[in-house]
């Protein structure tokens, strides 16, 4: 492989491995392969090599890249080819305008769950106490704390791996006097403690018995731990979930759960089963698909 060898800059001298030629020779060799968004990806990767954002990156397009940013480069797009999400090669990835880091121990942070923190955002009462089960990078919590000063979160996840990465993202924006990190499995993190105002989560729900419409790279290269259920049961988390509303959801405390296809019916009636609960629906995301659980204790 090699995709600096595509074209040249126009200003740079004959032969010179310019930016616009090391990018269209990554694009060109990424869709040959396969892989999805082939330019976009290689706009990332590049930009990741320089230091640079799109725009100073086509500013400078005839810049010719040395021998050390060409083999960066050349790692970077064959890790790319061989199904490495981009996301993990740039170690960070945006969420609601925030920059986060991300790594294997969690998932990558996508535009469905941006649209759980809207419905989030829409039932949290004023200094609201709010819990996000299962935080992995901390997306979530990060997103409500941000854009809601007035919430207290705590964030919970049984991967210690995970939690380090949500420390850091929190460290980061600097709300570690809003957002409580703890380790434990659902509820056990906050057993004892007084109910919470929102419950938020995004928990897994792919049975790993028919995980029809899994993408490969994501099956490949994403956290088992946050992806797959109990085999055969594609409601084992919310059902997890579920069993602790009773002590763990104040009155007029809202739940806001992601969930997924082949997930969404059995999660729904997992809410559905706990009398305490009302107005329990089932709302699509942006494509229709359904997607988001939505419950109300009175």
Known sequence: ?????????????????????VLRGAEQWLQR?????PRRSAELLLGKVLGVGR??????????????????MRQLVARRAAGEPVAYLLGSWAF???ELEVSPAVLIPRPETEGLVDLAL?????????????????????????????????ATDRSRNALTVAAGNVRRHGVGDRVELRAGDWWEAVAGEAPFDLVVGNPPYIDPQAPAGLAADVAAHEPPL?????PGDPASCYRAIAAGLAGGLAAG???????????????LRCL????????VQLVPDAAGIDRYLLARRP
Request: proline share 5%; charged share 25%; aromatic share 2%.
């Open 1 to 21: 492989m090699n995709p600096g060898r595509a074209g040249s800059g126009g200003g740079a001298r004959d032969g010179a491995h310019t930016v616009l030629s």
């Open 122 to 154: 829409a039932r949290a009462p004023r200094g609201a106490r709010v819990l996000d089960l299962g935080t992995g990078s901390g997306a979530i919590a990060l997103a409500l704390a941000m854009e809601r000063p007035d919430l207290r979160l705590v």
């Open 253 to 267: 405390g809202s739940v806001v759960l992601e969930t997924g296809v082949g997930a969404s019916e059995p999660a």
């Open 226 to 230: 946050a992806l797959y259920t109990a």
């Open 55 to 72: 725009l100073q990156m086509y500013l400078a397009h005839d810049r010719p890249l040395d021998e050390a940013e060409r083999a960066a």
């Open 33 to 37: 392969r396969g892989v999805d968004a």
């Open 96 to 98: 609601r305008g925030l």
């Open 272 to 279: 559905r089963e706990q009398a305490f609960l009302v107005d």
